[in-house]
């Protein structure tokens, strides 16, 4: 136990996928059944005929007339890209969305996602893209070939985990070339604790290895030693040049 609410990750290690090729990548967006526990904030790129609706259901509003106080402000676009988990744009503003805030937000994976349901109509339902986005899980291989995810956190019953568990294994598995062929493991985790390895035989703890501690003396008498050796060898080797 912590003193605060840890969050549950599950890891997917795969096997037999070329991530060179396009087509065996991985980027997608699911939406769990029991959510992830823990509200994601949201900021909202938007025009003033989405702005009355957006109160009171996003963290924060940026309007179209205050793009321009942000382009080309490195620091504070960092800033808000580490405040915020997604970023809703109204689809007609695409354009001058990634122009003022593409160059953070991309390499940081934020920019507003029409798979995960980010880029809306003016027309859109605020309340119901916001309830999406609550349960929204992001499963994405990068530079290789594994999938890392929150599923939940403690404060969740056992069985809204495991139906969470269940839920992206069977999407997952459809998506995949060689379906369940092309996973080689499961790993389950809390944020500060051990990997389980999860098998047809139960869990498999992965504790980390801890280091033996080496007292200070012992350490001083070790760094001498060496020393004395390392100047032993030195004069040899000038000798023998000699």
Known sequence: KRKFNQSFYLVINLT????????????????????????????????????????????????????????????ILRRLSEDY??????????????????????PRNKMP?????????????????????????????????????????????????????HFIYNQLIHTLPQEKNNIKSFILKLSMGPAVKITDKGPIVKEKKIKEKVPKKEKKVKAKKWNQNHMYQKKKRKNLLQ
């Open 16 to 75: 037999n996928i070329d991530l060179k090729k396009q087509e065996q990548k991985v980027d997608l967006y699911y939406t769990l059944p029991h959510g992830k526990g823990k509200n994601p904030k949201i900021c909202a790129l938007i025009d003033n005929e989405l702005s009355s609706q957006a109160k009171g259901i996003f963290d924060k509003i940026i309007l179209k007339e205050e793009f321009s106080s942000y382009a080309n402000k490195k620091p």
């Open 85 to 106: 988990d997604f970023f809703i744009a109204q689809a007609n503003l695409m354009g001058q969305i990634a122009s003022t805030f593409g160059k953070v937000l991309g």
């Open 113 to 165: 996602s029409p798979k995960a349901g980010c880029v809306i109509p003016p027309t859109a339902n605020l309340q119901a893209v916001k309830e999406k986005l609550q349960k929204a899980v992001h499963l994405e291989t990068k530079n290789e070939p594994v999938l890392k995810a929150s599923i939940g956190n403690e404060l969740m019953k056992d069985e809204e985990l495991v139906d969470n568990i």
